[in-house]
């Protein structure tokens, strides 16, 4: 079976409070891209074990430390599968706040759930995939979302992204989670994240924020030099995708975008 894994990027980043355990309640959008992808393809086999190869971008984890090892080994537990042969072919960017290695999480979780008739609801896999991590579940559903608690709270959104075309720019860098959420002050904004989507999109720019944002654009200045490029070459909207590096902008006709720093990589899509 060949599955194929779409990153995110999220409109809107509010990260509300630091929780008991550790982890942030945050507020976000996020929305499917298909600029980039990865492909997973998953073989039945007649032993008990997984294996793993990988091709594309350099993976720096064990085989058995990555995310679609780990969802099989999670759904063999739960639901005594049988082997399989996974090969993992990888395209989207690491440490860029895209979600591909969720997206690839949430790929294994409904493969392994056709290849061995499991027939397991989209609730059940989200289940899976919320033991999995945080933005896991989102990507069972793969369409825009309200995510909300650590991001496994989901609600399908009604924002109007008709029409719009997303560009995706990905410096040389790399960021980790754990360093952006390093320099985040929780707080609650005045109005939430919902209702400032209703407002005309030629007031998101000054409306809604990615909170990583401040903190990281004083630690990587290539950073907001690629956002004013965005919006000088008429984004109506651009912004960090989850804790970055990458950025994005959505313009209402197809773009022409080109890189504009060394090692830079841009992606480009109809966004709906």
């Known amino acids: 079976m060949i599955l194929t894994a779409h990153p995110k990027i999220n ?10 355990d550790g982890y942030h ?27 793993l190869s990988i091709d594309g971008l350099a993976v720096d984890c ?22 399989v042969k996974m090969t993992l072919s990888k395209h989207i960017p690491f440490g860029a706040g895209l ?41 069972i559903h793969s369409e825009p979302m309200f995510c909300r608690g650590r991001g496994e ?9 008709t029409g719009l075309w997303c560009v995706i720019s990905k410096p040389s860098f790399g960021i980790s989670t754990a360093e952006a959420y390093a ?3 929780p707080h609650i904004p005045t109005t939430p994240l919902e209702e400032r989507l209703r407002l005309p999109r030629s007031e998101w720019q000054r409306e809604i924020v990615n909170d990583f944002e401040s903190s990281l654009f004083e630690r990587y200045t290539a950073l907001p030099n690629i956002k004013r490029e ?4 008429g984004a ?17 006709s197809r773009p022409d975008y080109s890189p504009i720093f060394k090692g830079e990589e841009v992606f480009s899509c109809k966004l709906m």
């Open 25 to 51: 309640d945050i507020d976000t959008l996020m929305v499917p891209v298909r600029a980039v992808s990865d492909t997973l393809v998953i073989e039945p086999t007649e032993g008990s074990g997984c294996t």
């Open 236 to 252: 109506i909207y651009a912004s960090l995708s989850g804790s970055g590096s990458a950025m994005f902008g959505l313009f209402e």
């Open 183 to 185: 320099g985040v002050v």
């Open 153 to 161: 709270k989901m609600t399908p959104a009604n924002v109007d992204l």
């Open 99 to 139: 979600g591909g290695g969720s997206a690839d999480a949430a790929a294994a979780i409904k493969g392994i759930n056709e290849i061995f008739s499991l027939g397991l609801s989209a609730e059940q896999m989200v289940d899976i995939a919320t033991q999995l991590g945080s933005d896991i579940p989102f990507f």
């Open 62 to 83: 064990a085989a058995d430390r990555n995310l679609v090892v780990k969802a099989w080994m999670l759904m063999r537990e739960k639901y005594g599968v049988g082997g």
């Open 230 to 233: 965005m919006i000088r070459r």
């Open 11 to 20: 409109i809107g980043l509010d990260i509300l409070t630091r929780r008991e």
